[in-house]
């Protein structure tokens, strides 16, 4: 499975940006994908999850009512719509896939929100 995320840029704040994750190779093989971010100085944290079948979605508690996660299985992309972007949420995003027990890393795409 590959991943190539895309979207990034700078916003100012209080502006939207919606990323993609273009999943290639296996991709039926995909049970769940991700988004995560990691600000500069900072651990890795998740954002958000979906669920192949169904599309069950979860969120950060701390980003619920801003961003939105979701799928196109027909174009095996996953999306992250990002409103009301605060100063706070700059950060490299990267996209992940669990198929098994494996899990797979997109390269990460830059999210610099401006005050």
């Known amino acids: 499975v590959q991943l190539v995320e895309s979207g990034g840029g700078l916003v100012q704040a209080g502006g939207s940006l919606r990323l993609s994750c273009a999943a290639s190779?296996?991709?039926?093989?995909?049970?769940?994908m991700a988004w995560h971010r990691q600000a500069p100085g900072k651990q890795r944290e998740l954002v958000a999850t979906i669920v192949s079948g169904g599309g069950r979605t979860n969120y950060a508690d701390s980003l619920k009512g801003r961003f939105t996660i979701s799928r196109d299985n027909a174009k095996n992309t996953m999306y992250l719509q990002m409103n009301s972007l605060k100063p706070e949420d700059t950060a490299v995003y990267y996209c992940?896939?669990?198929?098994?027990?494996?899990?797979?890393w997109g390269q990460g795409t830059q999210v610099t929100v401006s005050s």
């Open positions: 992940s896939a669990n198929v098994g027990p494996d899990l797979y």
């Open positions: 190779g296996s991709t039926f093989t995909i049970k769940v």
